[in-house]
C-alpha cells in the first residue's frame, strides 16, 4: 500500500522567515495530495491540497509544489507568523481502484519564534 | 452546507470496559466516512473507512469495532478496551467519488482509558 514519508519532524524559524516542509510517497498512482494544519487539541484542517494534473499552487503566502516523477511534494509558507506555529501533516490519495482513504505523513511541529 | 457532529468530547473509561462513540454528518448524502486515532504527540492511524451503508474497510485488527447502520452516520465500538486504546479520535468525511477529495474532520474525541 501508499507509505508517506514527511520531514522534518519539528522545525523551528523565526518569524518572518520561511519554512519548508516535505514529503515523498510510493504509490506511483497517487493522484491527490492535501496538507493539513493542527492546532494544539484541535482538529485538522485543510489549508491547500494539490493534484497530480498541477506542479504547483499558491494560496497567498502558502504553496505547494508536486514532484511527480521523484514522487515528493512539498510545503512552502513564506514570511512566517506566530500564527502558523501548528503540526502540519501530508497526505497522498490511492489510485482511482485502491482503497479510498488518505495516507498521511506522521506529521512536522513547526514553532515561529517571535 | 455540511457539517461533521463528533461525540462525546472527551471520555474517560476504565480498562475492559465498552466504548461507542458516534459521529454523523449532515447535508450531503453516500458520503466516505472514516475513523483516524491520533496517539499523543503522534500521526493519524487510519482504522476504519466505510464507502456505504453495512459497508466497512478495516486496516488495523484490534479491539476495536466500526458499524454503518445509516447513510450519515458512523459507530466506533469496542467491547473491553485497553489501556493503549487511549487517544484522540477523529471522524471524517469526504465527497463520494472516484477520486478522494479533502476530508473534513469532526472536532474530536478524547478517550483516556484508566
Known amino acids: 500500500g501508499e507509505n508517506v514519508e514527511q520531514h522534518p519532524s519539528t522545525l523551528s524559524v523565526q518569524e518572518g522567515d520561511s519554512a519548508v516542509i516535505k514529503c515523498t510517497y510510493s504509490?506511483?498512482?497517487?493522484?491527490?495530495f492535501p496538507w493539513y494544519k493542527q492546532e494544539l487539541g484541535k482538529r485538522p484542517q485543510l489549508i491547500i491540497d494539490i493534484r497530480s494534473n498541477v506542479g504547483e499552487k499558491k494560496d497567498q503566502r502558502i504553496a505547494v509544489t508536486l514532484n511527480k516523477t521523484a514522487k515528493h511534494f512539498s510545503l512552502h509558507i513564506t514570511e512566517t507568523q506566530p500564527e502558523d506555529s501548528a503540526v502540519y501533516f501530508c497526505a497522498a490519495s490511492p489510485s482511482d481502484t485502491g482503497r479510498r482513504a488518505l495516507t498521511f505523513g506522521s506529521g512536522t511541529r513547526l514553532q515561529v519564534q517571535p | 452546507s455540511q457539517t461533521i457532529h463528533q461525540w462525546p468530547a472527551t471520555l474517560v473509561q476504565p480498562v475492559g470496559s465498552p466504548l461507542s462513540l458516534e459521529c454523523t454528518v449532515e447535508g450531503t448524502s453516500n458520503p466516505n466516512l472514516y475513523w483516524y486515532r491520533q496517539a499523543a504527540g503522534r500521526g493519524l492511524q487510519l482504522l476504519f473507512y466505510s464507502v456505504g451503508i453495512g459497508q466497512i474497510s478495516s486496516e488495523v485488527p484490534q479491539n476495536l469495532s466500526a458499524s454503518r447502520p445509516q447513510d450519515r452516520q458512523f459507530i466506533l465500538s469496542s467491547k473491553k478496551l485497553l489501556l493503549s486504546d487511549s487517544g484522540f479520535y477523529l471522524c471524517?468525511?469526504?465527497?463520494?467519488?472516484?477520486?478522494?477529495?479533502?476530508?473534513?474532520f469532526g472536532s474530536g474525541t478524547r478517550l483516556t482509558v484508566v
Open positions: 504509490d506511483s498512482a497517487s493522484n491527490y
Open positions: 471524517a468525511w469526504s465527497v463520494m467519488g472516484v477520486i478522494i477529495n479533502g476530508y473534513t
